[in-house]
Structures are given as structure tokens and as C-alpha cells.
């Protein structure tokens, strides 16, 4: 069993920085595909951002450039540093694992969840 709780989300200004912390608990961590999803109102569950155990990234096209996903397997933690900030960024953040060395690119090919943070872009 995976456990995990993002943080870092709520309001930011349009052209600012977001910063994202999942903390998994769980001594498979680093053996897990970790992934960002978010989820805006009406629209489905997209993935944002994935890294691997061994630091391999992937960044949809919409965040590509202004996005960094790493992670720290001593910690068992995941980040997400979001720059310029964009009103379609605003959405609830998820912060998923995957039980495999291979990347997943939909949400029902994670395994784990956590519970959301909101972010909300103010212009």
C-alpha cells in the first residue's frame, strides 16, 4: 500500500510560481512510476507531469517549459514547480503512483492516489 499527500496548492497570481510536494509513505516508493495529474471543473482528469524511479521525465505539451517534476526517494517525495502560471492551470492537483518501470499516460493506470490540493489562478 502506497499512501499520499500533496501540499503547496491555493491561490497564486497569473505569472507566479506553484510549487507541489506529494509525500508517499509505503517502502515501494522508489520502485514507482510517479505522476501529476489535474482535474479542472467539467474537463477530465489529465496528466501533467510523470517521473520514473530512475529520474526519466514527461511533460504534457501544456506545461511543457514552465513545469520540473523530481522526486526524492530518501524522502519519499515528489515535486511539481510550476512557473508562469496560467489561468488554465487552475484545477485540483493530484499526485499519483503507478506500480511499474513504465510511464502511464491515464489516470486508470495508477494505482494510488491522494486527495487533491486546489489551485486557483488569480488574474
Known amino acids: 500500500q502506497v499512501q499520499l499527500v500533496e501540499s503547496g496548492g491555493g491561490l497564486v497570481q497569473a505569472g507566479g510560481p506553484l510549487r507541489l510536494s506529494c509525500a508517499a509513505s509505503?517502502?515501494?516508493?522508489?520502485?514507482?512510476?510517479m505522476g501529476w495529474f489535474r482535474q479542472a471543473p467539467w474537463k477530465e482528469r489529465e496528466l501533467v507531469a510523470a517521473?520514473?524511479?530512475?529520474?526519466?521525465?514527461y511533460y504534457a505539451d501544456s506545461v511543457k517549459g514552465r513545469a520540473t517534476i523530481s522526486r526524492d526517494n530518501a524522502k519519499n517525495t515528489v515535486y511539481l514547480q510550476m512557473n508562469s502560471l496560467k489561468p488554465d492551470d487552475a484545477a485540483v492537483y493530484y499526485c499519483?503512483?503507478?506500480?511499474?518501470?513504465?510511464?502511464?499516460?491515464?489516470?486508470?493506470?495508477?494505482?494510488?492516489w491522494g486527495q487533491g490540493t486546489q489551485v486557483t489562478v488569480s488574474s
Open positions: 499519483a503512483a503507478r506500480q511499474s518501470r513504465f510511464i502511464g499516460y491515464e489516470a486508470r493506470q495508477y494505482d494510488y
Open positions: 509505503g517502502r515501494t516508493f522508489s520502485r514507482n512510476y
Open positions: 517521473v520514473s524511479r530512475s529520474g526519466t521525465t
